[in-house]
């Protein structure tokens, strides 16, 4: 099912294929456009824009709905092989990972209706909130990319972009603790943003899935596979030594 393929004479099964493949794409600028107004409302504690997005998850959850049904239509009238069965099959998966993605958008823009006293600028930068939000956005947009373009090599570059988002969400605990000693009257707020930096990792992890997807269809590779593999054989490793 690749774009070679759709610039010669289509048949039903590929005007099928593509429509689907535009219609995760429409879902996936979605879902990015939610993730930024979240972010936007969150460092601006616009809460009237943390509701717009609360109330849009509802296009979201229709987008998954209908997409859903359509990989189910074409497994059931065309019986796809090969190629586009495993297209199938990926956009099934990315559009469940792009549905959980709007969840987690939707989570963070509840964070900001339902606290008091806003979010301290300091303990943003303090918790490399911003720049954490920023690489997760950045790593659902490579994916929507990748699968526009068919590029498994952008699809891989998403793999290394989620390090700064474990390395963030590793050191968050200990900083939010220290931001609380100094400012106990704000320990709700620093509460929210933890909880805020766990959800951008969780989007880091959508994002990871749905480049695993791109690849499995395009080269028929499974990498979930060869990274337990690979961390199994690690760990042998260091009991050995």
């Known amino acids: 099912m690749a774009l070679t393929k759709w610039n010669q004479k289509?048949?039903?099964?590929?005007?099928?294929?593509?429509?689907?493949?535009?219609?995760?794409?429409s879902m996936g600028h979605l879902v990015l456009t939610q993730l930024q107004k979240a972010q936007e409302a969150l460092e601006d504690m616009d809460r009237d824009l943390a509701r717009e997005v609360i109330l849009t998850e509802k296009r979201v959850n229709a987008f998954e709905l209908k997409i859903d049904r359509d990989c189910e239509n074409i497994l059931a009238l065309f019986a796809p092989v090969a190629i586009d069965l495993r297209f199938v099959l990926a956009m099934l998966?990315?559009?469940?990972?792009?549905?959980?993605?709007?969840?987690?958008?939707?989570?963070?823009?509840?964070?900001?209706?339902?606290?008091?006293?806003?979010?301290?600028?300091?303990?943003?930068?303090?918790?490399?909130?911003?720049?954490?939000?920023?690489?997760?956005?950045?790593?659902v947009l490579d994916v929507m990319n990748a699968l526009?373009?068919?590029?498994?090599?952008?699809?891989?570059?998403?793999?290394?972009?989620?390090?700064?988002?474990?390395?963030?969400?590793?050191?968050?605990?200990?900083?939010?603790?220290?931001?609380?000693?100094?400012?106990?009257?704000?320990?709700?707020?620093?509460?929210?943003?933890?909880?805020?930096?766990?959800?951008?990792?969780?989007?880091?992890?959508?994002?990871?899935?749905?480049?695993?997807?791109?690849?499995?269809?395009?080269?028929?590779m499974i990498l979930k596979h060869e990274k337990k593999s690979r961390k199994k054989n690690e760990g042998e490793k260091e009991d050995g030594n």
């Open 10 to 25: 289509l048949t039903p099964l590929d005007n099928e294929l593509q429509q689907l493949k535009q219609e995760i794409i």
């Open 93 to 139: 998966k990315i559009n469940t990972n792009l549905e959980r993605t709007g969840d987690i958008a939707e989570g963070i823009a509840k964070f900001i209706v339902d606290t008091k006293d806003g979010f301290d600028s300091a303990l943003l930068e303090l918790t490399r909130t911003t720049e954490m939000y920023l690489q997760a956005n950045e790593m």
């Open 148 to 220: 526009e373009r068919e590029d498994t090599l952008l699809a891989r570059k998403v793999f290394k972009k989620d390090d700064l988002l474990d390395e963030i969400n590793k050191n968050a605990a200990s900083l939010a603790g220290k931001y609380i000693k100094e400012n106990p009257e704000k320990t709700e707020s620093a509460l929210y943003i933890l909880s805020v930096i766990r959800k951008l990792e969780r989007v880091g992890d959508q994002a990871k899935n749905m480049a695993e997807e791109i690849i499995f269809y395009s080269e028929a």
